[in-house]
């Protein structure tokens, strides 16, 4: 048994987009109540106890969207109470905290999303579909922490060189604008030199092919066949329309039926997979050392 996050790349990709997938276009309550608990636990789960200040604006955020909808729209049978001639009713608030549920859990996921799928795994998914995409991918990833850092560069320089200033505005402003001039220029000068450079070495002579250094195991079979087939279960249950819910003008849900409970349930599996797996591998873990 593997940690999920040595998955094969595809596996870990196909979860994911699952989980948000269905999260992002249903909005059954539970549903989006599942998806803010299991994006949590995730989180925790991969991160522990750090990461503070990525919960705090979450949560900030959570609240922000659950209180900013029953503010702007007034629609609903059910009036809660008026601020300043403006109804509060039941049915904003309740779709606000939905939505906020959605928003906040999709986050998560895709926040533990970027933590698991490194750029070396992207390329690896991008390299199977297109090996130019791959590399068009591969430098525009690399250009980014080489700006960064020739931007660092030539701000010491000028700085050096007494040529930078911060004692106003208007001198920070000038400075910044000839540190960008120069970066571009480099940048310029950088994409000449590389395309020069993949020229003499034959590039575009010939068909491009990729170097698979991730294979598919049993493993990686089995993880992807059992999230195919809880969202499936789940697709069917919510385009039946088991799992309907309408806020406005007034709350109603759908009768749930067998298809409907079956489609929860699948999701919650589907949310839990990683977790039962990263469960199964620390219980494995600990069995081991055990033994020695």
């Not at 309550?29 to 998806?35: K, R, S, T, V």
């Not at 579909?129 to 591969?138: D, F, M, T, Y």
């Not at 279960?233 to 329309?241: D, I, K, Q, R, S």
Request: contains cysteine; aromatic residues 12%.
């Amino acid at each position: 048994m593997r940690s999920f996050s040595d998955y094969h790349p595809i596996v870990i990709a196909v979860w994911f987009f699952s989980v948000t997938g269905v999260a992002m276009f249903c909005n059954y309550p539970p549903l989006m109540a599942i998806a803010l608990c299991g994006g949590v636990a995730f989180f925790a789960m991969k991160n522990g106890a750090s990461h503070g200040r990525t919960h705090l604006y979450f949560w900030l955020l959570f609240l922000v969207l659950a209180l900013i909808n029953p503010l702007i729209s007034h629609n609903g049978r059910t009036v809660l109470f008026v601020i300043d001639n403006s109804p509060i009713t039941l049915e904003a608030l309740l779709y606000g905290l939905n939505s906020a549920a959605m928003i906040v859990g999709v986050l998560y996921f895709f926040r533990s999303f970027t933590q698991i799928m490194t750029s070396e795994k992207l390329l690896c998914i991008t390299g199977a579909l297109s090996p130019k995409l791959s590399l068009v991918l591969s430098m525009a990833l690399r250009s980014v922490p080489m700006f960064s850092k020739h931007w660092r560069k030539i701000a010491d320089s000028q700085k050096a060189m007494g040529l930078f200033c911060e004692d106003n505005i208007i001198d920070d402003i000038r400075g910044r604008m000839r540190i960008f001039s120069i970066l571009i220029t480099w940048a310029l000068e950088n994409g000449i030199v590389t395309a020069d450079s993949m020229a003499a070495r034959g590039y575009g002579t010939g068909k491009r092919t990729q170097m698979r250094r991730v294979a598919f195991f049993a493993a990686d079979w089995i993880f992807l066949l059992l999230t195919a087939a809880l969202v499936s279960l789940c697709a069917a249950a919510v385009g039946t329309g088991c799992l309907s819910f309408e806020f406005y003008p007034e709350i109603s849900a759908s009768s749930l039926g067998a298809l409907g409970i079956a489609g929860i349930c699948a999701y919650a599996a589907l949310v839990m997979l990683p977790i039962i797996n990263e469960m199964g591998v620390k219980l494995k873990w600990r069995y081991l050392m055990s033994e020695i």
